[in-house]
């Protein structure tokens, strides 16, 4: 059974068994499937976009072809043309300077942009683990499960920390105490924050500091087992001992998830990225290894805004 249709799973249980289940899926040949005429053109793109050096022998979990998107019904686009491979278990980094359409991108890989009514694709596709996300069998409710986000600010729920850890799984349905006491300490010890609130997880999470809090928003999106963490600017509110922790977690981190990351700092995407995506005014400039990103672009706006001639 599809994890990411708008069937109700039955017997749920912990989601590892629900991600599992869409890794084997096709793109669907439905007739809620994206138009064969456009699921072809979408093709013949993707063969004419050269193979990524730094992507070879990696496995992809996301594919993005040719991607355009408007928050104006199509008047304007936001994003224009965006052909990119994101491979599993690596950090990728999306930087640019502000209003470029990292975050506006990253939003679409969980459909969070469907909450603006105005917003669309004008154009291209995209899918995780090789399922195209915008056809209408797919729930975005379900598709949040295998691609979890942790945003700028932290939000923790104004509930104890157990709570907040074990606030997806009960959604889910898991209600046996042994499992949840289970998947919240093995969230928390993923986040690297188990033996600082091990005697405490009755607390209120608003107690903790803003380090903690984000760290618990991490063991959050964590417990469901998603296949795909999004990160939107995690430490920018962040003091700099904080933005450590939450930089050496998510190192660790990708050693069993797969991480898209924006940042604003370039030493932050230098520090813990795999791979670079560089953006400006919408558009992809230039992807590639971050060490070599970073050391010898191919674009001179590349070069020019890691330089910090502007950005």
């Known amino acids: 059974m599809n994890s990411m249709t708008q069937e109700e799973p039955k017997n749920i249980e912990p989601t590892a068994n629900l991600a599992s289940q869409a890794v084997d899926l096709s793109p669907p040949e439905t007739p809620d499937a994206p138009p ?47 052909s990119l491979n994101i491979p599993e278990k690596q950090v990728t980094a999306f930087i640019g300077p502000s209003g470029c359409g990292k975050s506006t991108l990253i939003r679409c890989l969980n459909r969070m942009n469907d909450l603006v009514e105005t917003s669309c694709i004008t154009n291209g596709e995209i899918r995780i683990m090789g399922q195209h996300i915008h056809a209408k069998s797919v729930s975005p409710i379900e598709l949040r499960k295998q691609v979890g986000m942790v945003f700028q600010k932290y939000n923790p729920f104004p509930k104890s920390i157990y709570d907040n850890v ?124 971050t060490d070599m990103i970073f050391s010898n672009p191919n674009q001179k706006q590349t070069e020019d805004y890691i330089s910090g001639r502007f950005g």
Request: glycine share 6%; with cysteine.
């Open 36 to 82: 064969r005429q456009a699921t072809e053109q979408s093709e013949v793109r993707h063969a004419e976009t050269p193979t990524s050096d730094h992507l070879l022998g990696l496995n992809t979990m996301v594919e993005i072809d040719d991607l355009s998107f408007s928050y104006d019904m199509g008047k304007t686009n936001t994003l224009k043309n965006i």
């Open 166 to 289: 074990a606030y997806g799984l009960r959604i889910q349905g898991i209600k046996k105490k042994n499992l949840l006491d289970e998947a919240v300490e093995k969230s928390l010890r993923g986040a690297a924050l188990w033996d600082e609130v091990k005697d405490r997880l009755k607390d209120s999470a608003l107690g903790l500091s803003g380090g903690q809090q984000q760290r618990l928003c991490i063991a959050r999106t964590i417990a469901v087992q998603p296949k795909v963490i999004l990160m939107d600017e995690p430490c920018s509110a962040l003091d700099p001992i904080a933005t450590a922790k939450v930089e050496e977690l998510i190192m660790e981190l990708r050693r069993d998830f797969t991480i898209v990351i924006v940042t604003h700092s370039m030493q932050q995407a230098s520090r813990i990225s795999d791979h670079t995506a560089f953006f400006y005014l919408g558009e992809l400039i230039e992807y590639g290894k």
